[in-house]
């Protein structure tokens, strides 16, 4: 039996024209076969364009990703950056405050007696200096710790928890060593006014000789005509000797007096002062500085005064104390 051939029949509206169009079966199966062809092709091509789709898509994620953590590296990097240089700052002041409690060491060893003078309180008066130093030098600090590789992927899942802590463990040793910072400053200043308050304390004496008249002595006061008691000290010693300041301090007066004659008086703080009479010489002037040791004067007999000696008084806050307590080292 003899195959049948397909006819198809297009026909034209405008032009109202038939078309025809006779396939045999052979034709329609080749025909087939090629759309067939077509849409598996085109299917397999959507398919890959998805994939290529979906890849593109993880790709700009995953460099998404790396931009966020480069930028956490380099938040992480600028934080460990400034507490390297607050490290090395609490470095350079625990040197100093080591230097500074050495030097307070020294001069509380050279005095014998400290008497009580008003002064700033701190609150590190209710421990011991060298507590305070032992507590700044001590550092614990633990080692990072290091992962084994079947743990990689456990940390992957945890990255932002453990990138939280370790912003949190940043935070706080900012705060830990600005709170180290603040309480090496305190016990900076503490030193600082310690070694202030001794190097402001007479202590040399200010000419080697021999006491010839001691404080509180009964005293004629040319004044009065009457007696009182001697405010201060004098040292017999041979004219044009040297006369030192027996501490730090300022020149509050430098010139003649009725009584004591060329006279020098000498402002140490922390309510401290001295007075040099009967000098021969004064090598200081009024508003000058002058160092524990420095040559102020010469021993005289300027003055109500019978023979070559220097008058020395201490005062505290303006009060007359015996200059013997101070006495404790030589020039």
């Known amino acids: 039996m003899a195959k049948k051939d397909y006819t198809i029949l297009i026909t034209s509206q405008k032009a109202a024209k038939v078309k025809k169009f006779i396939l045999s079966p052979l034709t329609l199966k080749i025909a087939a076969g090629i759309l067939g062809i077509f849409i598996i092709v085109s299917g397999f091509m959507a398919y890959k364009y998805m994939i290529y789709r979906k890849k593109v898509a993880e790709l700009q994620t995953l460099r998404s990703e790396a931009r966020a953590q480069q930028a956490e590296i380099r938040s992480f990097m600028e934080k460990i950056s400034v507490l390297e240089e607050q490290l090395d700052k609490l470095k350079e002041m625990e040197k100093q405050v080591e230097q500074d409690l050495k030097e307070v060491t020294e001069l509380k060893k050279i005095k014998k007696v400290t008497p009580k003078v008003s002064r700033k309180k ?60 603040k309480n090496l400053k305190e016990l900076q200043e503490f030193l600082q006014d310690q070694k202030s308050f001794l190097l402001a304390t007479p202590s040399l004496w200010p000419v080697l000789g021999r006491i010839s008249s001691g404080f509180g002595d009964t005293r004629l006061s040319p004044s009065s005509g009457g007696t009182r008691p001697h405010r201060g000290m004098d040292i017999s010693a041979p004219s044009g000797t040297m006369v030192v300041a027996p501490a730090d301090g300022v020149v509050n007066f430098a010139g003649r007096e009725s009584e004591y004659g060329r006279l020098i008086c000498l402002d140490h703080g922390h309510g401290y002062s001295t007075m040099f009479g009967h000098l021969k010489d004064l090598l200081v002037k009024t508003g000058d500085k002058v160092r524990k040791g420095q040559t102020i004067g010469t021993v005289g007999m300027s003055g109500n005064s019978t023979g070559p000696h220097l008058h020395y008084e201490v005062r505290i806050h303006g009060n007359p104390v015996n200059p013997v307590r101070y006495l404790n080292q030589s020039a």
């Open 122 to 181: 701190t609150s590190y008066e209710k421990a011991s200096p060298y507590e305070k130093t032992s507590s700044v030098k001590k550092e614990e600090r633990e080692d990072p710790p290091v992962f084994r590789e079947e743990e990689v992927s456990i940390l992957d899942k945890e990255r932002n928890r453990l990138v939280s802590r370790l912003h949190q463990d940043l935070l706080d040793l900012r705060q830990e060593f600005s709170q180290r910072e």
